[in-house]
């Protein structure tokens, strides 16, 4: 660290003893596996740390901690996350001194195995574990563990380091009560508990004087969120009042805690964008009845019809898990006819491989590897079809567009997000991160729209 100017004074002049100077601040590498409530959770971290005194470093060979936040919904999680500790392993053993900890939904799926098999890790900390870890570092003769769920961590007041760009991520609720039975995050990341509600603001109003232009509430089953009698919907309408806000969006909802009130908000609330995930999972009762999910086809389609009929022009995405254990022909032929006929704007596919420690892992697979490929590859297939079909349905029509920078393709383009959550490119040289532009669209594939800038 350079010598501060006081310092420099009073060893030049010689009348009074030099001072020690201050010691250099320590850096950290922070790496992030998984979803978006992982990444947030990394800027919490990153905030929780550079408020204890560290600076955060993009290159591993210099930090003094190096820290990879992993996440467990993935196959072989644990396989590839300690293939990346190893290969960080290198800057310890090169640099005494050098600590490196793992954090996140792996530290709690496999607390178990973690220590016999990476033995070398001074810290492992689960998701509800990160305001210890600036104590946590500072003990370093023996690995050190925070791996306790369900203490009732919100991390509220905890300002998060906000990624660059007009989207701030904010954690809203963190946990989950609803157990489907192939999904590990109740065990890893505890029971539903909300961030209260004026803490929630709080962190809405910091984005916004930060440059933000748009929130993205973040939760496992976020529109479960309740605290201090206030539930989701109403959370929305009070972050909507925050003045130099433009937009609100969240993920991921659970079709169960879709209320009607909610559906009311996304059609009377403006700066609530129309947009809703609303995860499937599977079309066959027999199915989601296995998967532990608590409605049924029949349910969901209804509530479905309900969202579009009440806020016509809604964009809507799901989630589909194909070769789910007992999944036959015609369980799967239910989910392709759904797909038909919801035509939902975006769907993220998975073929269905079992976690250890969920009650799914312990059903037999029933389903090959091929088939199960080609289930998935019909689906994709399918969905590719469907989304080029409504993306060409606003070819001709008008979008606002709120700025992220330059597009990746083609040079001189920007891009950013339409209102339904479409990428959107056009030409566009002098363009700021945050700006809103009206953009009225000449071309569509199945994943974008392209057209030109207009004049308001
Ligand atoms: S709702 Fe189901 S899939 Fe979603 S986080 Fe909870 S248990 Fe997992």
């Not at 195995?113 to 990476?118: G, H, Q, T, Y």
């Amino acid at each position: 660290m350079p010598t501060t100017e006081p310092e420099r004074r009073n060893s030049a002049d010689g009348a009074r003893p030099e001072r020690d100077a201050a010691p250099a601040p320590r850096r950290v590498f922070l790496e992030t596996y998984g979803c978006q409530m992982n990444v947030a959770d990394s800027e919490l971290v990153s905030g929780i740390l550079r408020r204890a005194g560290y600076e955060r470093t993009a290159e591993p060979g210099e930090a003094d901690v190096l820290l990879v936040n992993t996440c467990a919904i993935r196959e072989n999680a644990e396989e590839r996350v300690l293939g990346r500790l190893s290969d960080l392993l290198r800057h310890k053993t090169e640099r005494p001194g050098v600590q490196l900890g793992l954090l996140g939904c792996v530290a709690t799926h496999q607390r178990d195995r973690l220590l016999d098999r990476a033995p070398y890790l001074d810290v492992i900390v689960g998701p509800d574990g990160y305001r210890d870890l600036p104590d946590l570092l500072r003990q370093n003769d023996e690995p050190q563990l925070e791996l306790r769920l369900d203490r009732g961590e919100t991390y509220a007041g905890l300002a998060p380091d906000l990624a660059p760009g007009p989207r701030a991520f904010l954690t809203v609720m963190r946990g989950c009560d609803k157990f489907c039975t192939f999904c590990v995050v109740p065990f890893t990341r505890g029971r539903e508990r909300s961030v209260p509600v004026d803490a929630v603001l709080e962190q809405v109003r910091a984005a916004v004087a930060a440059g933000k232009r748009e929130v993205v509430f973040l939760g496992q089953t976020v529109n479960a969120y309740r605290t201090d009698g206030v539930d989701f919907a109403e959370l929305l309408r009070r972050t909507a009042r925050v003045e130099g806000l433009e937009r609100i969006r969240f993920t991921s909802p659970h079709p169960s805690d879709v209320s009607d009130d909610l559906i009311e908000v996304f059609a009377t609330v403006p700066k609530v964008m129309p947009y809703l995930h609303l995860p499937l999972q599977s079309a066959s009762n027999r199915v989601l009845e296995a998967m532990g999910r608590d409605y049924t086809i029949e349910a969901y389609r209804a509530l479905l019809e309900r969202v579009r009929r009440v806020v016509p022009g809604i964009a809507v995405s799901t989630d589909v898990i194909v070769g789910f254990p007992g999944e036959d022909e015609s369980d799967y032929a239910e989910t392709a006819s759904f797909l038909r006929e919801a035509r939902y704007d975006f769907a993220y596919l998975f073929m269905y491989s079992a976690r250890a420690g969920t009650r799914a892992h312990r059903l037999p697979e029933t389903v090959s590897e091929s088939e199960k490929r080609a289930r998935l590859g019909e689906l994709i297939a399918l969905q590719e079809t469907i989304g080029l079909e409504l993306n060409r349905g606003w070819v001709g029509r008008e979008v606002e567009i709120l700025v992220e920078g330059p597009a990746k393709r083609p040079p001189a383009h920007a891009g950013g997000k339409s209102p339904t959550f479409k990428t959107t490119i056009f030409p566009a040289s002098d363009v700021r991160p945050g700006e809103l532009i009206r953009v009225r669209v000449e071309g569509a594939t199945a994943h974008t729209l392209t057209g030109v800038a207009v004049a308001v």
